[in-house]
């Protein structure tokens, strides 16, 4: 039942209709709950999902707190550097950037590239894209060699063909 709200309620929220998304997460949130307890990872990942809606309806701090929970279940559950950390470190990181702690959010985009590095290799395209959301990061704490390494390297990464192993060659070559 609970898998079945979160899907509705990811498909409300896809819709626009991210009020009832949330109505749905929370109930959703409430059975995984009693089925698995307060700090299994199944909760965790609802968290994620209800703490991105609460943004989208302006309530940052909300958001950070329900996504800084799933973290910390997370964390718990599988260590402090695995790949099921991902989301909760990226919707944090960008929560922080939204509440302006910059320094915060480059923590959380460190870590996240460690564990993309190391998951996926040095040259992901995802790992090009976490490195120019850290490189602007920098920028706004006024870290300009900072910034322009990270953009040096994330246009490397995207220059060698990171794109085009994830989606394919142009139709053009």
């Known amino acids: 039942m609970a898998t079945s709200l979160v899907n509705l ?3 409300y929220g ?7 998304q949330k109505e749905l997460l929370e109930r959703a949130l409430k059975i995984k709950q009693r089925e698995f307890g307060a700090d299994h990872a199944e909760v965790a990942n609802v968290l994620v999902i209800l703490g991105t809606a609460h943004g989208e309806l302006g309530d940052l701090q909300h958001q950070r707190e329900l996504l800084e929970r799933a973290l910390h279940i997370k964390e718990t559950s599988y260590g402090p550097d695995n790949r099921e950390l991902l989301s909760a470190l990226g919707g944090l990181g960008v929560t922080y950037g939204h509440l302006g702690d910059h320094v915060n959010k480059r923590a959380l985009l ?8 190391r998951e996926f290799g040095t040259d992901h395209y995802n790992v090009a894209v976490t490195l120019v959301e850290l490189a602007r990061t920098c920028a706004k704490l006024g870290e300009s060699e900072a910034e322009q390494r990270l953009c040096k390297r994330a246009r490397e990464i995207e220059e060698g063909g990171a794109a085009k192993r994830c989606y394919g060659p142009d139709e053009k070559e």
């Open 9 to 11: 309620g990811n498909t």
């Open 14 to 20: 896809r819709l626009g209709d991210v009020h009832r």
């Open 110 to 117: 460190e870590r996240m590239l460690h564990i993309m590095e």
